[in-house]
């Protein structure tokens, strides 16, 4: 098992920058792949980004590419999604993931899930 536990969220204007977190115990998180996705009001909860278990390559929505980076540091079972140039219509839940593959976590075929932290930009 592995427990996901997100911190980081908050209200910010537009073109202000936040950092999620999400710590992960549980299982050896450095074997995982691991992911961000979003849920706005009424809307489908979407994929972010994504980044590999050692953390050599990364996946982006194209919704957030240039603005968005997902990094980990296995070290401290930590993952990390510093957000700039923040929009208002980035506001949603944001949820880490973790899954075995990139390809399992972009789809969200996991089990593992955090609780999720809200992120509001106004305008």
């Known amino acids: 098992q592995v427990q996901l536990v997100e911190s980081g969220g908050g209200l910010v204007q537009a073109g202000g920058s936040l950092r999620l977190s999400c710590a992960a115990s549980?299982?050896?998180?450095?074997?995982?792949?691991m992911g961000w996705f979003r849920q706005a009001p009424g809307k489908e909860r979407e994929f972010v980004a994504a980044?590999?278990?050692?953390?050599?390559?990364?996946y982006y929505a194209d919704s957030v590419k240039g603005r968005f980076t997902i990094s980990r540091d296995n070290a401290k079972n930590t993952m990390y999604l510093q957000m700039n140039s923040l929009k208002p219509e980035d506001t949603a839940v944001y949820y880490c993931?973790?899954?075995?593959?990139?390809?399992?976590?972009?789809?969200?075929?996991?089990?593992?899930w955090g609780q999720g932290t809200q992120v509001t930009v106004s305008s």
């Open positions: 993931n973790a899954a075995a593959t990139v390809g399992a976590l972009k789809v969200g075929s996991t089990k593992y």
């Open positions: 549980g299982r050896t998180f450095s074997s995982y792949a």
């Open positions: 980044i590999s278990w050692k953390g050599g390559s990364t």
